[in-house]
């Protein structure tokens, strides 16, 4: 009888094979198929909590104030929108500051509310309320275009600045503001214009005199980003019009923030993921030339496509991400992580860091819109507002 002789490799595969083969047939009888839900399945980030729920219009802007009131804002884009700004009280609204007001007049642009894009609790017991006068996005009404005061103790206007009209454009949308007090006599207001269709720039305003300046108009940094196609909830997002045609999501300088020295402006457009910053005394020196200026802007790298920023009293930067239903955190060393992510966080929009160390987000499905599905609104009531614990204090801004 001839004997079989193996070398050393093949008796180990031998070996290993005859010890794993009762693990690999019982491992094969195990094999049976699975449900989705019993996949591994993306992990959920932060724990964000529920503040209030919107069952009517979509909100934008919200912010909360030093005594801890909520205030958010429904601009007129389409959606019945009895009143566009609202204070919440538990999850009911009440027109804020009144009815009147809040009722659109085109005879009175500059005392009524016609389509609000953004409040701001400034630190210094006002809300401040930024009026596109754009309701639907058509160009702004002649005069109504402004920036409006209301003192929280008494719940009266004490201020009303109309933008002059050198720095309102026929295609200017006016999306979010910033103030710092310590410069001038009564402080200075920094705001974005999100131009859909035209160019975006940083709008600077005094505030003692109402006086504005344009700067960074057309700059790369306050332009949409060129080739960006951003992708959300798994689809290319698009203006989708009822004949078929299509137009890309171009949208200029939107989300701003200010450092908590007021030294730094923090900006970034909506068709964009990069971060830019610039130093505030440049932007409001009228000796440096809009080419100086783009030169000293700061690309800060990228961020994520968002809508809202928002920075804390440690000089930390918070950035919606609306790709990747995210909220993400850029420490005071430039280094990003994200605090916030789930499946419920469609589209985050406005950002405002509370007294009580959380930092409260709209979410309002703003991708949902009729105008990106070939007229078919997909959003699904309610809107929400959330908050996630950050442990952290609003920016002062003086």
């Given amino acids: 009888m001839r004997t079989r002789r193996f070398t050393r490799p093949a008796l180990a595969l031998a070996v290993s094979l005859a010890v794993a083969g009762p693990a690999l047939l019982s491992a094969a009888a195990q094999a049976q198929p699975l449900t989705l839900s019993e996949l591994a399945s993306d992990r959920a980030i932060g724990q964000p909590e529920v503040v209030a729920t919107f069952h009517g219009a ?24 009895p009143f566009t700004v609202a204070e919440v009280k538990g999850n009911q609204l009440t027109a804020y500051p009144n009815r009147e007001i809040n009722q659109p007049d085109d005879a009175k642009p500059g005392e009524r509310f016609l389509s609000v894009q953004s409040v701001v609790a400034d630190g210094q017991g006002r809300l401040w309320v930024l009026d596109t006068a754009a309701p639907g996005f058509a160009e702004p009404v002649k005069g109504g275009a402004k920036l409006v005061a209301i003192d929280l103790k008494t719940n009266k206007v004490v201020k009303t600045i109309v933008f002059p009209a050198e720095v309102i454009r026929s295609t200017t949308y006016v999306n979010d503001v910033r103030f710092d007090f310590r410069i001038g006599e009564a402080g200075v207001a920094y705001i974005t214009d999100s131009s859909l269709s035209g160019t975006g720039g940083i709008i600077v305003v005094d505030l003692a005199t109402g006086s504005a ?63 830019y910053a610039i130093s505030t005394a440049l932007l409001r020196d009228p000796n440096v030339s809009e080419a100086q200026l783009s030169a000293a802007v700061q690309d800060l790298g990228e961020k994520g496509a968002s809508d809202g920023l928002e920075a804390d009293a440690s000089g930390a930067v918070y950035a919606g991400d609306y790709e990747r239903n995210s909220i993400r955190k850029r420490e005071p060393g430039g280094e990003w992580r994200t605090i916030v992510h789930g499946p419920q966080i469609l589209w985050p929009d406005t950002l405002s860091v509370g007294p009580d160390g959380y930092l409260y987000f709209t979410v309002n499905q703003l991708n949902r819109q009729p105008g990106f599905h070939a007229g078919k609104d997909l959003r699904q009531k309610p809107y929400a507002l959330l908050r996630v614990r950050i442990n952290a204090a609003p920016a002062p801004t003086r």
């Fill in 213 to 275: 300046v344009r700067r960074l108009t057309g700059d790369r940094s306050t332009s949409p980003e060129k080739g960006f196609v951003p992708v959300v909830e798994g689809e290319t997002l698009l203006q989708r019009h009822a004949d078929g045609s299509t137009a890309p999501f171009s949208v200029a300088s939107d989300g701003i923030a200010l450092s908590p020295d007021g030294k730094t402006l923090y900006y970034s457009p909506l068709s964009s993921r990069y971060l």
């Fill in 58 to 81: 979509m909100p934008t802007g919200v912010t909360v104030t030093q005594e801890g009131r909520i205030f958010v804002n429904f601009p007129r884009w389409g959606d019945d929108v």
